[in-house]
């Protein structure tokens, strides 16, 4: 069974800022039912019931000879300490909410979840123009795209073109983990970096389950040692660019040779 959302919250900075308060709380009522065990000698089904109604407690002193006043004084003690404790989870929640930690990490743990729902995808790996225009290409075709990013202003803008997020660097077996690997139908090292994509593209082919790898380079020197790395298809931009250029003038000259044009009358 793949982990559910709550799961994914986990080891989140704003659950982690919260354990704090939440533990206090925990302990003093513990501590709490405890103690009125103790100084009660009352069960600790009844002590409990005791700290959810203090009401009871005056009738079960007036009733009993037990330390009566060692009762109330810790039941004020304790009564305290939920209060601080129970304003200070409060305040925790509504400081994460007004800095909008809360709604990151909700976010967050959402755009997991749909990654871990999600198979037969691409990962494209950097978010720059090559990148970019990849995976816009993909979604429109109906793919569904995970990005791997690590610069934060550029993970806005992939989440504002909505495609799925993983943040990290792509040379980390974890985060490939996280953006699907052994699940994807392919990997695009887009980055505009040869070295960084062919150590992408190395890291990639220890997976289980390896996907289709495509990697970017800037120069023809570099194919080799991509395909050495593991990489199914190299694509050097400047030169596939520079085909497409060629073609286009091709065309351009056919379309404006005479000769070309009486031929085909």
């Known amino acids: 069974m793949r982990p559910g959302f709550v799961s994914h919250l986990v080891g989140r900075p704003l659950l982690r800022r919260a354990l704090a308060p939440i533990g ?12 009125f065990s ?29 330390p009566g006043r060692a009762i109330k004084a810790y039941a004020v003690l304790v009564t305290v300490g939920l209060v601080l404790s129970g304003l200070w989870i409060g305040e925790t929640v509504l400081t994460a909410a007004f800095e909008g930690q ?7 743990a959402t755009m997991k979840r749909r990654i871990t729902e999600t198979d037969d995808h691409v990962i494209v790996c950097g978010y720059g123009m090559f990148g970019r225009t990849i995976a ?16 934060d202003d550029t993970a806005r803008r992939v989440r504002a073109d909505g495609h799925l997020l993983v943040s990290g660097d792509a040379r980390r077996d974890v985060v490939l983990r996280d953006a699907g690997l052994e699940r994807a139908s392919k ?5 505009d970096d040869s070295n960084v994509n062919i150590q992408i593209a190395i890291v990639s082919g220890t997976a289980a389950s390896t996907p289709e790898i495509i990697v970017r380079v800037g120069e023809e020197i570099y194919e080799s040692v991509a395909r ?13 660019s520079g085909e497409r250029v060629t073609r286009l003038l091709d065309r351009s000259a056919e379309t404006a040779d005479p000769t070309t044009a009486d031929s085909t009358d």
């Open 38 to 66: 103790v100084l009660g000698g009352v069960g600790l089904v009844e002590a409990a019931f005791w700290l959810a109604d203090l009401t009871s407690i005056e009738l079960y002193v007036e009733r009993r000879e037990v």
């Open 228 to 240: 050495e790395a593991g990489a199914d298809e190299v694509v050097i931009p400047e030169v596939v």
């Open 187 to 191: 990997l695009v090292a887009a980055i």
């Open 102 to 108: 809360l709604r990151t990490e909700v976010t967050r």
């Open 24 to 35: 206090s709380f925990v302990a003093i009522a513990a501590a709490g039912v405890l103690g």
């Open 136 to 151: 816009n290409d993909l979604a429109e075709s109906g793919r569904d795209v995970v990005v791997i990013e690590t610069d």
